[in-house]
């Protein structure tokens, strides 16, 4: 029997450190902020994932570039990494035995995995794609990568805690720095401080202005803003302060972005779960244009939404929700064959045509005010 | 006999039994719960639950007109603990976690409105057992895996709150092992008559309490209710081992993870003091999943339409109760194209089948007597003296007999 178990395996080498010795995490860190693992040897994993922009992007730009001369340009907006990462589940879609529930539990989506198309199940996978893909670090291979790690000033704390003969091996020292990087990522603090004035307000230590209290009442209110039905707001069952997100896939129809360089062949889509960076879900026509929920934690502090960076303010993000069908651009960043898969179910995405907005201008200005709350207080605004 | 656990609760009738011998002195019952099963495949078809046919089944009782009561899921967890038949909202499996709202009783205690958990008022077998004197407790597989999901004793959403538990959840950094508890799974947490007490908290527990709690007669309560995850109790995964069949861990599911989780907890349950004196462990399912679903054009919208048709069948004279009628057609929006349309029919939740072990059945007892869930909490009740609950005081419906205790 086959089981999926999340962590067993990021334990073998945090133990090869002695006490007072380097931690994997640490070496981690190091990684994460070297430029001088990339092709161009100027960026670093921070230069996309800034972590003066909760381990986001720096800047408004919706693509960042990338490769050996930092000339060619990403295929969708950075993710921020803050909060997400510990809780992100493997990727995975419910198969109820019974048909029937099948078909009539509509709510129950693909969710999980890492990236904007969930193809990831671990962050040391993940981690090996900016490393040698041709848009963002460019290395050629993983032995590039190595030779640059055996050079590195911090190779002595890779020896220490992975064997004097480590760089011997290039598949198991690569491996080790995706386990270093994953580390890093999943303890350190750095990740997951909780300093929003949300956060803050639900200790009871802060008040929430009468218009972000609205606000926040458009977002969980299921008739209107509904945000909460994907981006969770009420803490856990155990305090937990909440993530603002499902891990959820959703079509949400965001228009094409022709900032994207990639946007300019016109029979090219990205389409998600169904490609054509994931590959193996190619098949399931109807999952096309499904992207992950992000978390809105430090979503105001952005200055590029949804997957394509189409959108450059918090504000046009909360009213395209409110608006998106009565833009002129119908999905146009799906084959006209597959548009059908843009949901049209949820509120407030189902509107029909003619029909009033769910979310007057001033929900939305409401629903911003809320959202802003969820900036931590060390982010770059 | 116990007679006390009636007088104070309501929908609770002494009135209505039938002369039946007096039932064996069992003082332990174990139910394990599993999911959306037909009878046919269960105990006909399926090469996945060889433990079950070849080994469990032979060994005790094997009940062939045993119906569900309820479809899709829900309702028939409550029917079973509270004699409460269907609402619209536990039909519906009661995807926001929000209260019933009660607008009267009938004559026989079945609550009138809609909504998923019950007020105080409403009472369940676990309130019975408790005004008489005994012990119960709900052994819930993974609630609590993810703490911020649900807690790990009587695990449910907040009032109001949307049912995360209604996905199974996959391992994460955080959770290494997922969480695929559902609270429509568990149907303790549907009562305010437990929430709302200190109980809850003690009575519905993980699952691993019940190891330590079947390690003496004293410790075991007299009422093991069962709930294996979604996987393990057989709902999600169709068993086959084909890549996007199984569950959200990896399993495969279906029949072939719930005979898995027998073998795992049946043998520490008859080989427990309590079962051995004087237990008695019922395996069921909560619903059949047999229906047909066919794809074609709706005749009044022109749109494309996915119909899913229960048969809906019912023993035992089951009624549909003040809540819900039949047939019902319940519509889901998919697009602007195309709907889901579900049917059912008839009231039950047709055929599933039990099985029934006990140091007072013979081994190879086949009883093909009719019962269903309602038929299930009448013949616990009677166990303990107890009187019954909505449904299970329906006039004529008959607790297992000799047909079932063949050696009493």
């Known amino acids: ?381 | 006999m116990l007679m006390s656990g009636c007088v104070a609760l309501a929908g609770c009738t002494t009135g209505s039994r039938n002369a039946v011998p007096a039932p064996p002195p069992l003082r332990h019952v174990f139910i394990i719960m599993l999911e959306n099963q037909d009878y046919k495949d269960t105990f006909g078809s399926s090469t996945q639950d060889p433990y079950l046919m070849n080994t469990l089944r032979p060994m005790g009782a094997q009940l062939t007109q045993y119906f569900a009561t309820g479809h899709q899921s829900l309702d028939n967890y409550i029917a079973l603990i509270s004699g409460q038949p269907s609402s619209l909202q536990t039909q519906g499996d009661c995807e926001r976690y929000k209260d019933f709202q009660m607008s009267g009783l009938t004559a026989d205690g079945l609550a009138i409105g809609d909504g998923c958990v019950y007020p105080a008022s409403v009472k369940t077998l676990a309130n019975q057992l408790e005004s008489a004197g005994y012990s119960w407790k709900g052994y819930m597989e993974d609630m609590g895996n993810d703490p911020s999901r649900e807690s790990e004793s009587c695990g449910h959403p907040a009032l109001g709150d949307l049912d995360r538990t209604q996905n199974p959840q996959a391992p994460s950094a955080a959770v290494p092992m997922g969480d695929q508890y559902a609270a429509r799974h568990d149907p303790f947490v549907y009562f305010h008559a437990i929430i709302d007490t200190p109980r809850c908290a003690t009575q519905v527990v993980r699952l691993e309490q019940l190891s330590t709690d079947l390690a003496q007669s004293a410790s075991t309560p007299n009422l093991a209710f069962i709930t294996p995850n979604l996987c393990h109790d057989g709902h999600d995964g169709d068993g086959s081992g084909a890549p996007g069949r199984g569950c959200v861990n990896g399993e495969p599911g279906g029949l072939r993870s719930a005979d898995e989780f027998l073998k795992t907890w049946v043998p520490r349950i008859l080989a427990s003091p309590a079962y051995q004196r004087d237990g008695l462990l019922i395996i069921t399912f909560d619903e059949s999943n047999a229906a047909s679903v066919t794809t074609g054009k709706d005749s009044v919208s022109g749109m494309k339409m996915t119909r899913a048709v229960f048969a809906g069948a019912a023993c035992c004279n089951q009624q549909n109760g003040p809540n819900v009628t039949r047939p019902a057609i319940i519509d889901f929006p998919v697009d602007e194209q195309e709907f889901y349309r579900l049917e059912l029919t008839g009231i039950g939740g047709d055929r599933i089948g039990a099985v029934l072990l006990s140091p007072f059945i013979k081994s190879g007892t086949v009883s093909e007597v009719p019962y269903n869930h309602y038929a299930l909490l009448r013949s616990v009740e009677d166990l303990f003296g107890l009187g019954h609950l909505g449904y299970a005081a329906q006039p004529g419906l008959a607790p297992f007999g000799p047909d079932v205790y063949t050696r009493h």
């Open chain 1, 1 to 381: 029997m086959r089981s999926v178990a999340v962590g067993a395996a990021l334990l073998c080498c945090a133990a090869a450190a002695g006490a007072g010795g380097p931690s994997v995490a640490a070496l981690g860190r190091e990684l994460f902020f070297d430029a001088s693992l990339s092709a161009s040897g100027r960026l670093a994993c921070a230069t996309c994932h800034d972590p003066h922009h909760a381990y986001g992007p720096p800047d408004g730009r919706a693509v960042q570039p990338g490769g050996a001369a930092l000339r060619t340009m990403g295929l969708r907006a950075v993710p921020a990494l803050r909060y997400t990462l510990r809780h992100t589940p493997v990727w995975s879609k419910q198969y109820q035995a019974s048909a029937v529930e099948r078909v009539t539990e509509t709510d129950s989506v693909p969710v999980g995995g890492f990236d904007w198309d969930g193809r990831f199940n671990s962050l040391h996978d993940q981690a090996a794609s900016p490393l040698l893909s041709p848009l963002e670090m460019g290395n050629a291979s993983i032995e590039a990568v190595v030779s640059t790690l055996r050079r590195a000033p911090y190779a002595g704390q890779f020896r220490e805690l992975f064997g004097a003969r480590i760089f011997a091996d290039a598949p198991a020292a690569f491996g080790a720095a995706l386990q270093a990087l994953e580390r890093f990522e999943l303890d350190d603090a750095s990740f997951h401080p909780y300093s929003s004035r949300y956060d803050a307000f639900l200790d009871g230590k802060a008040m929430l202005s009468a218009a972000e209290v609205r606000g926040l009442g458009l977002f969980n209110d299921p008739l209107k803003g509904n945000c909460s039905a994907c981006h969770t707001s009420t803490p856990g069952a155990d305090g937990s302060h909440p993530l603002f997100t499902d891990f959820g896939f959703a079509a949400l129809g965001v228009p094409r972005n022709g900032e994207i360089p990639a946007n300019k062949d016109p029979e090219y889509f990205d389409m998600g779960l169904c490609g054509p960076l994931r590959t193996d879900l190619a098949a399931r026509r109807h999952w096309c244009g499904l992207f992950k929920t992000p978390t809105l934690r430090n979503a105001a502090t952005r200055r590029v939404f949804f997957h394509n960076g189409r959108v450059h303010t918090l504000r046009d993000a909360v009213r395209f929700y409110a608006e998106r069908d009565r833009q002129p651009e119908r999905y146009d960043d799906l084959p006209v064959a597959l548009r059908g898969n843009v949901d049209h179910i949820d509120v407030p995405l189902n509107r029909r045509p003619g029909d009033a907005p769910t979310l007057s201008a001033a929900d939305i200005d409401d629903l911003v005010a809320f959202i802003a709350t969820l900036s931590d207080a060390d982010v770059e605004q």
